[in-house]
């Protein structure tokens, strides 16, 4: 299995533009979740799915969007990107809406 | 606010010591409780998990200790390692939320 993938590993957005950060999962887990970390701080939720065609806002949503068509991917959307949203976004699954595993993250920088 | 938080933010230990990271919840309808390490440059990585009908959990090298009665969360590092070195997080989530919520973490750092 190769777990929770995510892509790209970089990226640099210029003030404005819009970008789909992937994330896929080969584990079969129903339940998905992107969180942003911000350097020194914890992670803070941004939206979250317990199936596909079923997502819920974390505690972050303002400036993104999510989509879960199938059980294996969770893009998230930044549509009109600001240098609040520079961060490391991690996306992670669940089989059972505990134990999360997550992927190596993207780094984001608007600039 | 944060619901989970953690008493210290830094901490370092002498290779071979045995290491204690704390953490404080707020919200009593917390019934899981998680540790996950995050190495620089990585996502985080599960570490050990405790249910709230248990006070005590035991891993390889890895002990959590649960104290309802206070709200605190303990995770216990036995023998430390240079490869412990990484940032601690503990997490909680109520039953059927499915949510976890994050502390700050704590940085450890082993001394060789």
């Known amino acids: 299995n190769a777990g929770v993938t995510q892509t790209p590993k970089f990226r640099i957005l210029k003030i404005g533009q819009s970008m789909t950060l992937q994330c896929a999962q080969d584990?079969?887990?129903?339940?998905m979740y992107w969180y942003r970390q911000d350097p020194g701080m914890g992670l803070k939720l941004i939206y979250y799915?317990?199936?596909?065609?079923?997502?819920d806002k974390g505690e972050v949503p303002n400036g993104y969007n999510v989509s879960r068509s199938t059980t294996e991917d969770f893009p998230l959307r930044l549509e009109l990107a600001a240098p609040s949203q520079t961060s490391v976004y991690f996306c992670?699954?669940?089989?059972?809406?505990?134990?999360?595993?997550f992927g190596p993250g993207t780094r984001l920088t608007v600039t | 606010g944060e619901s989970v938080g953690l008493h210290l933010p830094t901490l370092s230990v002498q290779e071979g010591d045995n290491s204690i990271i704390n953490c404080a919840y707020s919200n009593s309808a917390s019934d899981y409780f998680i540790w996950y390490k995050q190495e620089s440059g990585k996502g985080p990585q599960f570490i050990i998990d405790i249910r709230s009908n248990m006070d005590k959990r035991q891993g390889q090298r890895v002990t959590v200790l649960l104290n309802k009665t206070v709200k605190h969360l303990s995770l216990q590092i036995a023998a430390t390692q240079p490869g412990d070195s990484a940032v601690y997080f503990c997490?909680?989530?109520?039953?059927?939320?499915?949510?976890?919520?994050f502390g700050a973490g704590t940085t450890v750092t082993v001394r060789a």
């Open positions: 992670a699954s669940s089989l059972t809406g505990d134990e999360q595993y």
């Open positions: 584990m079969n887990h129903n339940y």
């Open positions: 997490a909680e989530s109520v039953f059927n939320d499915y949510k976890l919520s």
């Open positions: 799915s317990v199936g596909a065609g079923i997502t």
